[in-house]
């Protein structure tokens, strides 16, 4: 099974803020997202910035796409530089398949369906049949401060879109201590935000989950 990756969500208000944050980081990471409050707040800078500055990382588009897929996916991924952007599971199947049509024209694009709140199996298989491979499972940041926590009901379900064929990364709110609750499952990327942007040492709390991730996953 191989090593999950570990992906800093930049979720920051200032551009500034977020490219500290990568500083400090960048060497730590496999992958760099510019998160939907940033790409919110900067704009297309926010990615632009991110490729311009770290030309081998992975980028991703977290702007959760709901409609334009084709269209959003050419300026995200073919104008700003990203590799891979994110659509969210409640768009129509047609904005995943125009979405990731216009992705594949470059090297390294792809898409990733955006797990939050209500979704099926059943539309998880039809993103499936039209190419879709990967799938962020996603707790959502509202959820968590009303008390959600991370439970079989989760890992039984990511352990079920990963036995669909989908590469899944997990997010939203994730602590060191939580990645044990999802070994034997072949994560693609732990996603973490404020617990890396926001610790005392980021680069040591950076490696923490690293270490963390080796030890179930080596
Ligand atoms: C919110 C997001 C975040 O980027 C993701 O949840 C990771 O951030 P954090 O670890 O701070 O929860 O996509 O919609």
Same mark, same amino acid.
């Given at each position: 099974?191989a %090593?999950?990756?570990?992906?800093l969500?930049?979720?920051? /208000?200032? @551009?500034a =803020? !977020?490219?500290?944050?990568? #500083?400090v980081?960048?060497s730590?990471?496999?992958?760099i ?23 081998d990382?992975?980028?991703?588009a ?7 897929g084709?269209?959003l ?6 104008e700003c ?6 659509? %969210? ?7 995943f398949e /125009?979405? @990731?049509? =216009? !992705?594949?024209?470059?090297? #390294? ?7 939050f709140?209500n979704?099926?199996?059943?539309e ?5 049949k ?6 962020i499972?996603h707790?959502?940041?509202?959820a968590?401060?009303?008390g959600?926590t ?21 997010t939203?709110?994730?602590?060191v ?6 070994k ?9 935000g404020?617990?890396?942007?926001d610790a ?8 923490a ?10």
């Amino acid at each position: 099974m191989a %090593i999950p990756l570990l992906q800093l969500a930049l979720d920051n /208000t200032s @551009l500034a =803020e !977020a490219l500290e944050s990568t #500083r400090v980081l960048a060497s730590e990471l496999d992958v760099i997202e510019a998160g939907t409050v940033l790409c919110v707040t900067a704009g297309n800078q926010a990615v632009k910035a991110l490729r311009a500055l770290y030309p081998d990382k992975i980028i991703v588009a977290d702007i959760k796409v709901a409609d334009a897929g084709a269209l959003l996916a050419k300026v995200m991924i073919g104008e700003c530089g990203a590799d891979w952007m994110t659509v %969210i599971c409640s768009a129509p199947v047609p904005t995943f398949e /125009t979405a @990731l049509k =216009e !992705a594949k024209k470059y090297p #390294r694009g792809d898409i990733q369906a955006e797990l939050f709140g209500n979704w099926t199996f059943e539309e998880a298989a039809e993103w499936k049949k039209v190419g879709i491979k990967q799938a962020i499972y996603h707790r959502g940041r509202d959820a968590q401060a009303a008390g959600q926590t991370w439970g079989q009901v989760d890992i039984d379900k990511i352990a079920k879109l990963a036995e669909m064929g989908f590469e899944v990364s997990v997010t939203g709110g994730l602590e060191v201590e939580d990645l044990k609750l999802f070994k034997g499952i072949p994560v693609k990327a732990f996603i973490a935000g404020r617990n890396l942007r926001d610790a005392a040492d980021p680069a040591a709390a950076a490696r923490a989950f690293k270490d963390e991730i080796r030890k179930w996953w080596s």
